[in-house]
């Protein structure tokens, strides 16, 4: 029997269970992966899946399989090569977001045509969506989490066995080559390199893990999001002590904000509580300033500077960088979040706006009230201001925390600075 494996975001051959069930079903399997031009990219991402396919790709060869490459709707593509070599089997992982669940509905009507079976696999979180109750609260998601069992992982298969008919590939996407190499290589290869590094130092997570300077969370959010890394794999290999126990902690906050889209689908548009207030002002100059890390506010500078230089930024400074948006400017957290989506290599509709909802007070948080204070939070998690000057130049010669306020600064100073004052609205008085 031929089966179709079809990839989706599980981009690895370790602990993935579609590609182990097809394995497992048929005698010869066909690893697929379709550019589905309907999802969003951006160069970064485009060049982290490119190289993502690619180590997959060699991944499927040492085991004597292959990866077919196609452009287009994955659904119609998946049947066409189903036809092409007479699978009567496809396998896929079930995914949270209102387009992949179309995509799944499609997938088992078009399959049900051809008198195709199709069988749905875990794989793109810890705990399935629909494990527990739908819940929006997290702590007593994290409670009821951690009293689930896990299901078995998935060793990687041994051989992989390509069916005789000839496949078509198109070429893979080319990679974006900007100047120095990226702090994210994409695949599985370079994940679980960059895991077993972090693995070694995830004792000082508790600790650590708000030092913006210090830059010691596990970048690990990419390849989790592409899947070339199962998250299940790499909560199980955490091991136990307060590091890995609060790492997971933040696994289960992935899952979390995962089932959050799966029971309410319209987390990326509509406030999740009903009764937030919706009354954003309309300032394209604080946007625009925003956007490009030039609001006179150095710690949220710093973050917006990360994001578009990295493609990556800190946990602490997108919850900073974020309330300053729709707490101190007052915007919609909705232009904030397309923002970040633009940019972010790990750019999930399920965490990005969870996450913005959270902070912005419309959605899961119990302090639906609480703002950032950018000072405070620079003395707290900044504290000698080396943060700011790696991300900002035009403060590299403010010595320690005064690089926080330069408004502070004397005038003589201040002036020799190319950086803007304040944005009109905000007052640094507030925030002291
Ligand atoms: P670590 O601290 O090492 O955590 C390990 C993993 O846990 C992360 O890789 C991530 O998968 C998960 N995780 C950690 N914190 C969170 C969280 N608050 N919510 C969900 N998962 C979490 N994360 C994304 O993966 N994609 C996004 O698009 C995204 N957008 C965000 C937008 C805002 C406004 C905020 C405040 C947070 C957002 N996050 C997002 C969550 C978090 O900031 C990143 O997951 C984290 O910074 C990634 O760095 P890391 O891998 O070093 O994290």
Redo the contacts with the bound molecule.
């Keep these: 029997a031929v089966a179709v494996v079809l990839f989706t975001r599980d981009l690895r051959v370790h602990d993935n269970p579609a590609l182990a069930s097809g394995c497992r079903t048929a005698s010869r399997v066909v690893p697929l992966f379709v550019r589905d031009p309907a999802v969003p990219s951006s160069p970064g991402r485009d060049r982290f899946l490119a190289e993502s396919l690619a180590d997959l790709r060699d991944s499927l060869r040492r085991r004597g399989g292959d990866l077919v490459i196609r452009h287009g709707d994955p659904v119609a593509e998946t049947m066409r090569v189903a036809g092409e070599v007479g699978a009567r089997h496809v396998v896929s992982a079930a995914d949270v977001s209102a387009y992949a669940r179309r995509r799944e509905r499609r997938l088992a009507t078009a399959c049900a045509g051809e008198r195709t079976s199709l069988t749905v696999t875990p794989g793109v979180t810890v705990v399935a969506p629909d494990a527990l109750k739908p819940y929006r609260v997290f702590t007593p998601y994290h409670r009821a989490w951690l009293a689930l069992p896990w299901r078995r992982l998935e060793s990687a298969p041994r051989t992989v066995s390509l069916p005789d008919a000839p496949l078509r590939s198109v070429d893979l996407p080319v990679p974006v080559s900007g100047g120095s190499p990226s702090p994210f290589p994409g695949g599985e290869t370079a994940g679980r390199r960059r895991l077993s590094g972090w693995l070694s130092t995830v004792d000082r997570y508790a600790d650590d893990?708000d030092d913006l300077a210090g830059d010691r969370?596990?970048?690990?959010?990419p390849y989790?999001?592409f899947g070339c890394l199962s998250p299940l794999d790499v909560a199980a290999k955490a091991g136990g002590g307060p590091g890995a126990e609060a790492?997971v902690r933040?696994?289960c906050?992935?899952d979390f904000?995962q089932q959050l889209l799966y029971s309410f689908p319209a987390l990326p548009s509509v406030a999740l509580r009903a009764s937030a207030p919706d009354d954003w002002r309309d300032r394209d100059d604080a946007l625009e300033a925003w956007r490009a890390g030039r609001t006179g506010v150095p710690i949220v500078d710093a973050g917006m500077r990360q994001l578009a230089r990295e493609g990556w930024m800190?946990?602490r400074a997108?919850?900073i960088t974020?309330s300053f948006l729709t707490r101190y400017l007052g915007l919609d957290w909705r232009a904030g979040a397309a923002h970040?989506a633009r940019l972010?290599l790990?750019?999930?509709v399920a965490?990005?706006n969870?996450?913005?909802q959270w902070?912005a007070g419309t959605g899961t948080d119990t302090k639906p009230y609480r703002r950032f204070n950018p000072i405070r939070q620079a003395g707290r998690f900044d504290p000698a201001g080396d943060y700011v000057r790696r991300h900002v130049p035009e403060l590299t010669a403010v010595a320690g925390r005064d690089v926080h306020q330069p408004w502070l600064l004397p005038e003589r100073v201040r002036s020799g600075l190319d950086y803007p004052v304040p944005l009109a609205g905000v007052a640094p008085a507030s925030w002291m």
Excluded: E, I, K, M
């Design positions: 893990h969370t596990s970048r690990l959010s989790l999001h790492f933040q696994l906050w992935r904000y800190h946990n997108r919850l974020a970040f972010l790990d750019a999930d965490s990005n969870g996450n913005w902070v």
